[in-house]
């Protein structure tokens, strides 16, 4: 069964970090394409960066602007993205899923984290 499990997201103010975490299980993680998406209330999921399972460099939305990395651990079988320079429009439930968001918004994904930025 493909789990996927996110962790880490809080309340922050403007400007403020947050570190998410994603713990996958039940597929081959270390050679899929992971994404990370989010959903702000009332709009449709966004993609945020797409992690390869090589050490080609992630690719992130335009939004982004430098502010997130993401990562991954094969290992460990997990995914991570770490935000920093919040804005407000950043508030979003964030997703780990298995899929290329570029291509497809279909694929697995977990229950989510929600990130709240607020003054």
């Known amino acids: 069964e493909v789990q996927l499990v996110e962790s880490g997201g809080g309340l922050v103010q403007p400007g403020g970090a947050l570190n998410l975490s994603c713990a996958a299980s039940?597929?081959?993680?270390?050679?899929?394409?992971m994404s990370w998406v989010r959903q702000a209330p009332g709009e449709e999921l966004e993609c945020v960066s797409v992690v390869y399972p090589t050490l080609q460099s992630p690719y992130y939305g335009d939004f982004v602007k430098g502010r997130f990395t993401a990562s991954r651990d094969n290992t460990e079988k997990a995914l991570y993205l770490q935000l920093s320079s919040l804005k407000l429009e950043d508030t979003a439930m964030y997703y780990c899923?298995?899929?290329?968001?570029?291509?497809?918004?279909?694929?697995?994904r977990g229950q989510g984290t929600q990130v709240a930025v607020f003054p």
């Open positions: 899923m298995w899929s290329d968001c570029r291509q497809s918004m279909r694929g697995h």
């Open positions: 039940g597929f081959p993680f270390s050679i899929a394409m």
